[in-house]
């Protein structure tokens, strides 16, 4: 079992920048390929991030590919998604997640295949 923490969420202008943490606790987090979702008011969950155990795999939503990178440090049991040049349609309350896997490059980007979540933390980004 897994227990996952975000931190990092706040207020930004449009085209700043935020950068959100992950920690891990439980053993084996890197037995774990980890996620970022997020949820907009009156919207379903979406993807917007992922990464393979071993870190060398990445995979981002269209919408904020080339803006977010995803990474992690297994040393310290933690995950992170650097957000730049962000905009109004990137406010919402972001997830981290965290689903159990065999391979150490596979990338998941489906919401049932990840079966930990943490409690979310809120971004909003002011035009």
């Known amino acids: 079992q897994v227990q996952l923490v975000e931190s990092g969420g706040g207020l930004v202008q449009a085209g700043g920048s935020l950068s959100l943490s992950c920690a891990a606790s439980?053993?084996?987090?890197?037995?774990?390929?980890m996620g970022w979702f997020r949820q907009a008011p009156g919207k379903e969950r979406e993807f917007v991030a992922a990464?393979?155990?071993?870190?060398?795999?990445?995979a981002y939503a269209d919408s904020v590919k080339g803006r977010f990178t995803i990474s992690r440090d297994n040393s310290k049991n933690t995950v992170f998604l650097q957000m730049n040049s962000l905009k109004p349609e990137d406010t919402a309350v972001y997830y981290c997640t965290a689903s159990r896997h065999i391979s150490t490059v596979v990338v998941v980007t489906t919401l049932h295949e990840y079966d930990h979540w943490g409690q979310g933390t809120q971004v909003t980004v002011s035009s």
């Open positions: 990464i393979s155990r071993s870190g060398g795999n990445t």
């Open positions: 439980g053993r084996s987090f890197s037995r774990y390929v």
